[in-house]
């Protein structure tokens, strides 16, 4: 799927970060990140419809583009250096975080040379998102914690990403409130980083598949918090 020209291009792309150079190497992009990053996609919707017949990917929309947003951004560099795919609930926008209005917990892939990783969650869900899952872990938060401190799970991934966690308690929730260690979450994501060996072998269909399935339960619980239902078939 993936090969060494994959990671090569990254690299490249990284040092040359400019149109002239990805227009003169456009060829290895289609061929060596691009098509196999489709047919990835399209091997793991087939698996999905098995184990998460919810989760679906496409092709044209579940990789991200490589045109960088600059905007807004200080930073125009106009290329990221990275592939990415994300699966989503089917009822659910295709955009991701504040770009969505709601938006759904979905799984994540992504390539990057030494950078590489999975994931699984809703990372920075808009406001009324976010208000529907706080309001779900105030109203079970033993259930949430048991999802989240599953001992496959969490041997595997280490717990919810702490890496954007309110310093207080947000608003309207008492500071000893029972679930207070999960409400101050702004993102609710777990993964684990990849190696290069593990993104270029060939069982990266089947190690993702395994890592979903772990991830699932939380995406489900999240899901189901935003009104998002689970589904036995396609």
């Not at 699932?216 to 619980?221: D, F, I, K, S, T």
Request: charged share 30%; hydrophobic share 40%.
């Amino acid at each position: 799927m993936f090969t060494p020209m994959s990671l090569a291009f990254l690299r490249g792309l990284a040092r040359h970060n400019a149109k002239p150079w990805f227009e003169a190497h456009r060829e290895s992009y289609e061929n060596d990140v691009r098509a196999p990053m489709r047919a990835l996609i399209e091997e793991m919707d087939v698996r999905l419809a098995r184990f998460a017949p919810e989760i679906t990917g496409d092709p044209k929309r579940s990789m991200f583009r490589i045109n960088r947003d600059i905007r807004f951004s200080k930073d125009k560099s106009p290329y990221k250096t990275h592939a990415a795919c994300w699966f989503r609930h089917r009822d659910a926008s295709h955009k991701v975080g504040g770009e969505a209005e709601e938006g759904s917990a979905g799984l994540y892939f992504h390539l990057q040379p030494g950078k590489s990783f999975v994931g699984a969650g809703i990372w920075m869900p808009p406001r009324p998102a976010l208000n529907k899952i706080r309001d779900a872990i105030a109203e079970d938060a033993r259930t949430f914690a048991r999802i989240i401190e599953q001992p496959a799970a969490k041997r595997r991934f280490g717990g919810l990403d702490d890496g954007a966690m309110l310093k207080r308690m947000p608003r309207g929730f008492a500071d000893d409130h029972p679930a207070a260690k999960w409400l101050r979450y702004q993102s609710f994501t777990i993964g684990r980083e990849l190696s290069d060996k593990q993104v270029l072998g060939p069982g990266l269909v089947r190690l993702l598949e395994g890592d979903f399935t772990l991830m699932m339960p939380l995406v489900r619980w999240l899901n189901g918090a935003l009104g998002l239902k689970d589904a036995k078939e396609r």
